[in-house]
């Protein structure tokens, strides 16, 4: 059972990354995915979640409008698309799936996730 993260980079300001969570070993359409974000000596932060329920979508209230999570299901993948990038996007990237049901109260608590991605780098430049 595998899980990558990938598709980060080094964009300007404002710039466009698509960054993709691919699974093998296991459907991860039935997962809930989340993608969360650390910063070197802060907390890391719930960015956006795709429930494996009833299809809804949580999103950080600073990235809501700019990014946007969508499944690829021929890939058994999610991605999450991210525009208008800023600096304080700058982190390290991981995806994160759980077979437990998702609220709106905890899609953001990085403890309920049973599977990792190895994360990917994103930096954005001023």
């Known amino acids: 059972v595998q899980r990558q993260a990938c598709g980060g980079g080094l964009v300007q300001n404002g710039g466009s990354l698509r960054l993709s969570c691919a699974a093998s070993?296991?459907?991860?359409?039935?997962?809930?995915v989340t993608w969360f974000r650390q910063v070197p000596g802060k907390e890391r932060e719930g960015v956006s979640c795709?429930?494996?329920?009833?299809?809804?979508?949580y999103y950080l209230e600073r990235v809501k409008g700019r990014f946007a999570i969508s499944r690829d299901t021929a890939a058994n993948a999610v991605d999450l698309q991210m525009s208008s990038l800023k600096p304080e996007d700058t982190a390290m990237y991981y995806c994160a799936a759980r077979l437990a049901r998702v609220s709106s109260v905890d899609w953001n608590d990085d403890h309920s996730y049973d599977y990792w991605g190895h994360g990917t780098e994103v930096t954005v430049s001023s």
């Open positions: 795709i429930a494996n329920t009833v299809r809804g979508t």
């Open positions: 070993g296991f459907d991860l359409s039935t997962y809930t």
